[in-house]
């Protein structure tokens, strides 16, 4: 399916090199937040105080939030689970008060607003279950990035692989860069979204890799240069990416506009990888793959010549 047909190719590597160094430097640039700043982990990855109440009907999750934040809890995370008039509420640990400190003077605040409301659980996450989540959680990350590289060597070569992994972890620091420097929240949904972009960047390297190949192959551009047949993979699967990333990106605001907090650093997430894959699959991916000195022998397997010999009669 295609939205519109570009009869020319667009000289995207003409123009590789420019934006490489503007990926090196944001790159660099998400580094150094990184080290600098930090990431602002959220209670899943600290410890705090998971505390769970019962309404009798629907509970407002956003006058819980407020009366939340008003008891200068600005870390809270406010969700339903189970039903509606399920809330559960994490709070981040505070020197000199315990849990059952914490709980009591939350149902406090909370029954100011609704006398029904029940206490059904209290309990205190320590840092060393956020320690093991943060562990599990950068194993997955290793896990995925070692499954894409074997992936793409066995499927194409292994300078498409190396260069579709830089893409993939170009895209992933940048994220990570954009959380530590505007500080957002760095959670478990916001770690799915990082995975869940790797295998997003990870297809669209592969669409480009693919028409690559086919371009190679077709004896129509047997006369064309590397670069030319890289701007004529991308020019050519360029419909296809605007439909694809269109239609994900108006889920993925859906989200961000509708999904409430809960969703609102997860779908920002995804924003940016979205975007930044993208621009990884053009300009960083097919790049590199050039520069790594990929050729048309790569992708055609060479005819062996038949023997003289064989099928001679002595």
């Excluded at 667009?10 to 990431?39: C, D, E, Q, W, Y």
């Excluded at 899943?44 to 109440?53: A, D, L």
């Excluded at 551009?221 to 990333?245: W, Y």
């Excluded at 961000?256 to 997430?269: D, K, Q, W």
């Amino acid at each position: 399916m295609e939205l519109f047909r570009i009869k020319k190719d667009i000289p995207f590597m003409r123009h590789a090199l420019i934006f490489n160094v503007i990926s090196a430097l944001t790159f660099v640039a998400a580094v150094f937040f990184l080290f600098s700043k930090g990431l602002h982990l959220s209670i899943e990855f600290t410890g705090g105080t998971v505390i769970e109440v019962a309404y009798t009907k629907p509970a407002n999750i956003d006058g819980i939030r407020k009366t939340v934040e008003g008891l200068g809890y600005s870390d809270n995370q406010v969700t339903n689970f189970g039903t509606a008039q399920d809330v559960m509420i994490r709070l981040p640990a505070q020197k000199g008060v315990n849990s059952g400190q914490q709980s009591a003077t939350v149902l406090a605040a909370l029954k100011q607003q609704d006398a029904d409301v029940e206490l059904k659980r209290t309990e205190f996450v320590g840092p060393q279950v956020g320690d093991e989540l943060a562990h599990d959680g950068l194993m997955a990350l290793l896990f995925v990035v070692i499954g894409i590289v074997i992936y793409l060597a066995i499927r194409f070569e292994w300078k498409y692989a190396v260069a579709a992994i830089i893409a993939n972890l170009h895209d992933v620091v940048i994220i990570l860069g954009f959380f530590a420097f505007f500080q957002w929240e760095f959670s478990l949904t916001v770690l799915a979204a990082i995975l869940a972009v790797l295998g997003y960047s990870v297809n669209e390297s592969v669409v480009v890799f693919d028409r690559v190949r086919e371009t190679f192959r077709d004896r129509r551009f047997g006369k064309l240069a590397v670069p030319d047949v890289m701007n004529h993979a991308i020019t050519s699967t360029i419909s296809r990416t605007i439909i694809t990333h269109g239609s994900t990106e108006i889920m993925v605001l859906s989200m961000f506009v509708f999904g409430g907090p809960a969703l609102h650093y997860f779908a920002l997430a995804l924003t940016i990888g979205i975007l930044f894959g993208i621009y990884s699959s053009v300009f960083v991916a097919a790049a590199v793959a050039m520069w790594l000195g990929v050729k048309r022998e790569d992708m055609i397997k060479p005819i062996k010549e038949k023997d003289e010999t064989d099928g001679a009669v002595v």
